[in-house]
């Protein structure tokens, strides 16, 4: 078989791909209608006038999504920087580094490692109560700052380096910390972005815990504050639910196309939502 | 994602060994260490052993903290007779049984016909993996909108074919809803673990069959596939998991109404630890659980033993 690129066989993924975007188109073209327009039939794909109000509606005054969208961005900042310094040390050690006990250890962070975070969420709840950190942003930032999965990551990575970069170091005189952050560091540049990538997605996303460990729609991250957008009836409002959903997609969205390649290499690599 | 772990984990066969010469104190390995390993006691090890410890007491938030009961087995004797958790059960392994193999099976569709040089492939696999890395919320209030029984996009395409679910709205209709948007999310997802499995396919296997006249199919079924099988059973294991312990999207659209169409498993424990706030019995629930979907994990994974292609 000749590897030229037949173009004909991309027209049905063409296609299937027209199908898979129809939803954001939607969600895109909704966010620019009027309430009245949402529900038309036959469907109207360019909104008819063009309703940008919707945008500066959720975007200003009471109803404004941007300080839900700043209690994310101090989340996700706060989560990926903890998560990544404390995992490229610990995953450092675990790998390089020998000490008493460490594959123990190690075999009880791998046990953990596979308990899902629902499982865990009543025990978290009882807890944040008792520590008065219910309610706060930073029972969402705690748990994700120290992760057995970044530190398992880091890991493998500090696994596949060669050791006799530390010993060279080490023989001309390099303490514990230089050898770590002046030899191994850089040379994890990669992983460490793509668990940064990973992390902020995580977090971005989160819906789960803030739904279980946060009460005050003062409090609410982005994706909890979409909820708001409610009409006199108590029915889901679409344009002001869809334009502040188009604005919750475009920070992972840049993130996506500005590393794209990263983006993938980590989620294949890893595996790992 | 917490099997991917293991899954990686059981790929990985270089040893963790500093080699041989000056070896650093051990004190300092585990100060690089203790941070995280601090935080993960502190929000992970302790909540662990404590949901293990709830699951067999009688505690519920009204009571406060002096009110826990240990009622040794009493939860899980009341699970093994409860029926809504059998329902749950039930609903649980059909939403898995049929959104995970499909899911897997269109991803490994779409990643084959993405293997091949076609214009404007880096976009087409943007475009199919963009589902996967949107938050729910904004998935699950457009799809609401899209599925409108009376008004929706979805149902104005059906149309045509004199179709009308009701979706949402109905409860015959409402697990293949959040089954049509499971699947709409993972495939992209699945496409990608796939493509980049096979970039590692056996090239020179292809080549010997191409000599040999083999077809299409026989291709398929005797290279690619055996090829691919731990990505499959990577990738059944992590959306299983998935599947069966989100309940975000229920909460957020169906609250697992209509009636209890969609309360599946992970719906039940959420509704019952922080609904009722029956703590004791929402752990026990969450144990079950889990052991469950480990037995099931490892039962898939069995499977692969010994038919997997080595090359």
Redesign the interface.
């Known amino acids: ?1 000749t ?5 004909y ?2 027209i ?3 296609i ?2 027209i199908a ?5 188109a ?2 895109l073209s ?1 966010a620019l209608k009027q309430d009245v327009d ?6 109207q794909w360019i909104p008819d006038p063009f309703q940008w109000d919707n945008f500066s509606t959720v975007l200003s005054g009471a109803t404004s999504v941007l300080p839900a969208f700043g209690r994310s961005v101090f989340v996700a900042v706060l989560r990926v920087a903890g998560e990544l ?3 490229t ?2 995953g ?9 006990g ?2 123990k ?2 075999l ?3 046990a ?16 944040f109560q ?1 520590l008065g950190l219910y309610d706060t942003l930073w029972a969402l930032i ?2 994700g ?5 970044g ?2 990551l880091m ?2 990575f500090f ?2 380096q060669p ?2 970069f ?2 060279a170091a ?2 001309d005189g390099a303490n ?1 910390w230089r050898v ?1 952050t002046r030899i191994y560091l850089p040379l994890a540049t990669p992983v460490i972005s793509a668990l940064g990538i990973l992390a902020f ?1 995580w977090s ?2 989160d ?2 815990t803030p ?2 460990l946060i009460s005050n729609p003062e409090r609410y991250t ?3 504050s ?2 708001n957008f409610v009409d006199e009836q108590g029915q ?1 409002a ?1 344009g002001l ?2 334009a502040a ?2 604005i ?2 475009v920070p ?2 840049i993130v ?1 196309v500005v590393l ?1 390649r990263r983006f ?1 290499a980590a ?7 | ?9 059981e790929r ?1 066969t ?11 104190k ?5 100060l ?2 203790a ?6 006691i ?7 052993i ?2 293990i410890v ?1 699951a067999f007491t009688d505690w519920n938030l009204v009571s406060g ?1 002096g009110g826990i009961k240990f009622n040794g087995l009493d939860n899980f004797i009341a699970i093994a007779r409860d029926p809504g958790f059998w329902s749950a059960v039930g609903l649980t392994l059909v939403y898995v049984g049929v959104s995970v193999p499909l899911t897997v099976m269109l991803g490994l569709g ?1 990643g084959i ?2 293997n ?5 492939r ?1 976009v ?16 699950g ?6 599925m ?1 029984p ?4 979805v149902n ?1 395409v059906l149309d045509v074919f004199g179709l009308q679910p009701g979706w949402f709205a109905s409860s015959h209709w409402a697990l293949p809803a959040l089954i049509v948007m499971a699947v ?1 999310g993972g495939v ?2 699945c496409s ?2 796939y ?2 499995a096979l970039q590692d396919a056996p090239r020179q296997l292809y080549e010997a069959a ?1 000599i040999d006249g083999a077809g299409v199919w026989a291709k398929f079924r005797v290279i690619t596939w055996p090829s691919l099988l731990p990505t499959t059973i ?1 990738l059944l294991v ?1 959306l299983i ?2 599947a069966s ?4 999207l229920i ?2 659209i169906t609250a697992g109404g209509p009636g209890d169409s969609t309360t599946t498993i ?1 719906y039940y ?2 509704q019952t ?2 609904q009722f706030y029956r ?1 004791g019995y ?2 026990a629930i ?2 079950v ?2 052991v469950g ?2 037995v099931l994990t490892l039962v898939t994974w069995r499977a692969q033993r010994g038919r997997a292609l080595h090359d």
């Open positions: 078989m590897k030229r690129a037949k173009w066989w991309g049905p993924l063409w299937l791909a898979f975007l129809a939803p954001f939607w969600m909704t949402a529900y038309k039939i036959p469907m310094i404390t995992a040390m610990a450092y050690a675990f790998a390089r580094m020998s000490f008493k460490r594959d250890l190690f009880v962070y791998l953990t490692a596979i308990i899902p975070a629902q499982l865990l969420l009543v025990p978290r709840f009882i807890y008792k705690l748990p700052m120290f992760t057995v999965l530190t398992f890991r493998q696994v596949s050791a006799e530390a010993e080490r023989m514990e770590f997605v971005w996303n819906y789960e739904l279980v982005l994706p909890l979409l909820t889901i679409p639910t869809m959903s188009v919750s997609i992972v969205l996506f794209q993938i989620m294949t690599h890893t595996g790992i939502k | 994602m917490a099997t991917a772990t293991v899954v990686a984990a990985t270089v040893r963790a060994d500093p080699g041989p010469g000056i070896k650093p051990g004190w300092i390995g585990l690089f260490i941070p995280n390993l601090l935080g993960v502190a929000f992970t090890l302790i909540p662990l404590s949901v709830l903290l779409l016909a993405l091949r040089p076609l214009p404007g880096a087409l696999r943007a475009i199919f993996f963009l589902p996967y890395i949107v938050n729910i919320v904004a998935i209030m457009t799809w609401l909108m899209l409108n009376k008004a929706g996009l104005q709409w992209g997802y990608l673990i493509l980049s191409d990577f992590t998991i998935g312990q989100g309940f975000g909460a957020l992970s424990m959420y630890g922080f703590f929402a752990s969450g144990l659980t889990f979907v480990l």
